[in-house]
């Protein structure tokens, strides 16, 4: 389907969620192991939000892990989260996959982040949600 639509599989990236996942854990492995032959990059979603199991994360082929935006909301304030957060961080560069912050939304958050090793973000601290043509048109200004 990739070369159907001349698609570069190597720029696609496919974020799964863990109760994806849960539904049938070894034909999910198949599959995105199959996908990862191609060339597309792999993202675990809602880390650490459901059942996951550290058993099948090291069978996984995946590139980033994403923190869920329910640890990082307090993570100034909660030293809980600061603890989830960084133990997540730590993990996956153990296991040589990358991570990514969901729902950062304040320069005090990505800070943190930053000083802990976390260098991909996602949400509001660079800009709120936009249609398409407003976006480009911020990238000319």
Known sequence: MVRNYDIYPTRLKL??????????????ITK????????????LDDFETGYSSLQYLKRL?????KIDQSFIRDIKTDPDDRAIVTTIIN???????????ERVETKAQKEFLME????????YVFGKPMPSDRFVQSLQD
């Open 116 to 123: 802990q090793g976390c260098n991909h973000f996602q949400q």
């Open 32 to 43: 995105v192991t199959s996908l990862n032959k191609i060339g597309i990059r792999l993202v």
């Open 61 to 65: 082929p995946l590139d980033q892990i």
């Open 15 to 28: 974020e799964l969620t863990e109760s994806l996942l849960l539904m049938d854990i070894e034909d999910a």
């Open 91 to 101: 993990m996956s560069k153990s296991l040589n996959v990358g991570v990514i912050a």
